[in-house]
């Protein structure tokens, strides 16, 4: 792997940091990313399913995911675990991310992880060739491809410091600021960074100068490297040996700092757990002269490092890097208020999921309702029996007469006087747990069943403990020997069309158990809808979680109040037509049973 990251690369961010994640859009933004760099976060504590972000001056929404196991399995392009966590739980999360695997860099923000976890962490790693930056870094960038949340700064310290398209200079550095100072001066005296590294300022890290030296050798873009160490440590004497024995050739200059530090009497901690020398070679003085002696650039003082660059810079006679063409953050933003994730009416044609209306709507397409359901509820393109099942439904569910509680609720509103809208709403409004609603508790309940290997007589006792009859079966005029036709029709489309129907073999068992007890403990037309429609969603390969979630969110009854809808206009429209005069309840119909009020 000679380069860290690329323009494809793409990264899940564990811990909801929203200031570092918008950083790395606007990154993206800015140098016409063509995809976010982030694909998705991982938040275990939030109840949302995804976050909002600016992407220039519009806004995209990034997914959110309870674990890195169900983030890496939905965004399996994601090769880079952005690791945010605290020092309490960075560990945990890197070894499980080394544990699910397919991630070739994993970046770790934290300080202070005890020095033992560390080790082993890292040995892990390396063994399963993955590259660990951190702990205690600020990240890594390949300009114009790639950048890891707040390194580098500001967008306009980016630019100011050419971070926003790559140069020919590969830099490593254990400090975060210090990376970023050294940007500009890189930029001021030569062309910029092709590929930068903040390794990070604990004791026991990752990658080391070597690890990230080696790489920038066989990047093609790299063509010299900048190491700013410092006091602390002995990786710097691996990079002297590197060089001496030739697996490095491309120039290399060096500095470590702390050299102050021979003017003190005691030791002094620079600020990072490892720079801390404990002998005479963990000095930056030593290490700097050793470093000079195997021919490495070395600068008198660190005041002279900006020279020492611009002259191994203009000794390589690279020539001029053109200038990128990049996009503008607009200074003022405003998020959206509502998202619409199934249609846009923003062109020339309104489309449903990506679909002009047009290339549905009319007969010569050949698609129906159950097409158009299918993209505005679902997304997806159902296939032609999928599409026709939902369109059976729909007419199959139309209407039951004039007597049933919605029905009868639009009549009465209807001839109130009120409007087709209005007569409708007060139908619609009875729809629930005991008018339609057995179609969802079908589904539930069936599912749950068949989820949990229930036999039918452990299924009639769970049902019974949870004090709830079995939703879809029974009916009040049909049985055995008088069947419904209409669950007939839809086992018969069932049979002919879907792939396989587990979920309705299995009620089929339940139903030869109840109607043993009783004839007209039948599945009935409820019970068969919701047990088919699960049976379709799994021939379609939706995910049971998915399922479960259609199921929760009222998908099934939504089925049966599009449907019903036909039916109560109809009823409506039937009374409207009439001319029916205004609805009062005979008295004869009602029990009377007034009792005088007693006096408090």
């Known amino acids: 792997m000679s380069k860290l990251f690329t323009k494809d690369t793409q990264a899940i961010f564990w811990n909801n940091n929203k200031t570092a994640i918008q950083r790395m859009l606007d990154y993206d933004y800015t140098i016409k990313r063509e995809t976010p760099s982030v694909a998705a976060i991982v938040a275990p504590t939030s109840g949302n399913k995804f976050e909002k972000f600016f992407w220039g001056g519009d806004e995209i929404m990034v997914p959110l995911y309870k674990s890195t196991a169900e983030a890496k399995d939905a965004q399996p392009q994601a090769d880079v675990l952005l690791n945010f966590a605290s020092f309490r739980t960075a560990y945990d999360v890197t070894m499980e991310a080394l544990e699910i695997g397919g991630f070739k860099t994993i970046m770790i923000t934290a300080e202070g992880i005890p020095e033992r976890l560390a080790r082993g962490m890292n040995q892990t790693a390396r063994e399963k060739n993955v590259t660990v930056i951190g702990p ?10 790639f950048k890891i949340a707040n390194i580098g700064g500001t967008i306009d310290n980016i630019i100011n410091s050419k971070l926003h398209r790559s140069g020919s200079c590969g830099l490593v550095t254990r400090s975060g600021g210090l990376f ?128 020492k660059i611009k002259e191994v810079y203009e000794s390589l006679n690279l020539g001029a890097i053109p200038e990128a063409d990049i996009n503008r953050v607009p200074k003022v933003r405003r998020p959206k208020q509502f998202i619409c994730t199934i249609s846009d009416d923003r062109g020339e044609e309104a489309t449903y999921a990506g679909f002009p209306i047009s290339s549905v ?37 139309a209407d039951h007469g004039p007597a049933v509680s919605g029905a009868h609720n639009a009549k009465v509103t209807a001839r109130a006087g ?73 086992m018969n489309f069932a049979a002919e069309h879907f792939p396989s129907t587990p979920l309705l073999d299995y ?28 049976d379709m969603w799994r021939a379609l390969g939706y995910a049971e979680e998915e399922i479960n979630e259609f199921i929760e969110s009222g998908t099934l009854n939504a089925f049966f109040i599009v ?29 009377y049973d007034v009792q005088e009020a007693e006096e408090i």
Request: with cysteine; net charge negative.
């Open 361 to 397: 709507a009319t007969p010569d397409t050949g698609k129906g309702i159950g097409d158009v359901i299918s993209l505005l509820w679902f997304k997806k393109q159902y296939p032609k029996w999928a599409t026709e099942f939902i369109e059976t439904v729909i007419k199959t569910v």
């Open 136 to 145: 205690a870094t600020v990240g890594a960038i390949s300009p114009g491809a």
């Open 563 to 591: 449907g019903r809808s036909i039916g109560f206009i109809g009823h409506v429209l039937d009374e409207k037509r009439l001319a029916m005069p205004m609805y009062r309840h005979p008295m004869d119909d009602i029990l």
């Open 418 to 490: 009120k409007s087709v809208v209005e007569a409708l709403v007060t139908g619609l409004l009875t729809i629930g747990p005991r008018f339609g609603g057995a179609i969802d508790g079908a589904a539930k309940y069936f599912k749950y069943a068949d989820d949990n290997n229930l036999t039918p007589a452990e299924f009639l006792k769970y049902m019974k403990g949870e004090g709830v009859p079995i939703p879809g079966i029974g009916h009040r005029i049909k049985s055995l020997k008088n069947p419904d036709l209409r669950v007939t029709g839809l």
């Open 507 to 534: 009620a089929k068992t339940v139903e030869a158990l109840t109607t043993s007890k009783k004839e007209n403990l039948i599945l009935n037309v409820d019970g068969t809808i919701g047990i088919l429609m699960v």
């Open 180 to 307: 970023n100072e050294l940007s500009n001066i890189i930029a001021i005296n030569a062309d910029g960074i092709a590929e930068g590294v903040a390794i990070g300022g604990d004791r026991f890290v990752g990658s080391v100068f070597i690890d990230n030296l080696l790489r920038m050798q066989e990047n093609p873009d790299v063509k010299y490297m900048i190491l700013l160490g410092e006091v602390g440590g002995t990786e710097e004497y691996k990079v002297i040996e590197a060089v001496k024995s030739g697996k490095i050739t491309k120039p290399i200059i060096a500095w470590c700092i702390g050299t102050i530090a021979k003017h003190y009497d005691s030791g002094v901690q620079f600020g990072h757990a490892g720079a801390s020398a404990n002998g005479e070679m963990e000095t930056a003085e030593y290490k700097n002269n050793a470093m000079k002696e195997a021919g490495i650039h070395v600068p008198d003082t660190f005041n002279d490092l900006p020279a």
